[in-house]
């Protein structure tokens, strides 16, 4: 997508978060290497952590690792609450409890 920023450390993603989606490039041959992360604002001040992706080439490298965190410290940056649908920012919260995490989440 055209939003997406330039090559760059995973605090790139951090510019482009008040959009639907937010992605890493990755470096690739092709063009369509991009680590996604989906989400949705569903209230004023809520945020709705959809759903993480990395291509196949790429996975078993803490990419995903990285798009979760980002989102998760964009949301204690913003003063937002999370929903999280996504099954890997669930499990990424579970391994990293951190207070400021803990205390932005919506059942």
């Known amino acids: 997508p055209a939003h997406c920023p330039p090559p760059s450390t995973p605090q790139g993603l951090l510019a482009v978060a008040d ?4 992605c890493l490039p990755l470096p690739s041959s092709g063009c369509h290497d991009r680590a996604v992360l989906l989400y949705e604002y569903v209230g004023k001040r809520i945020v709705d ?3 993480t992706e990395v291509p196949d080439a790429y996975r078993g ?3 995903a690792k990285h798009l979760a965190k980002a989102a998760l410290d ?3 940056e913003e ?3 999370a929903h999280l649908t ?3 920012i669930q499990k ?3 391994e990293n409890p951190l207070p400021q ?3 932005r989440l919506q059942p």
């Open 19 to 22: 959009r639907a989606s937010t």
């Open 49 to 51: 952590l959809q759903h």
């Open 61 to 63: 490298r803490g990419i």
């Open 74 to 76: 964009f949301v204690v």
């Open 79 to 81: 003063d937002l609450k």
């Open 86 to 88: 996504c099954w890997y």
């Open 92 to 94: 990424y919260v579970k």
């Open 101 to 103: 995490y803990l205390e």
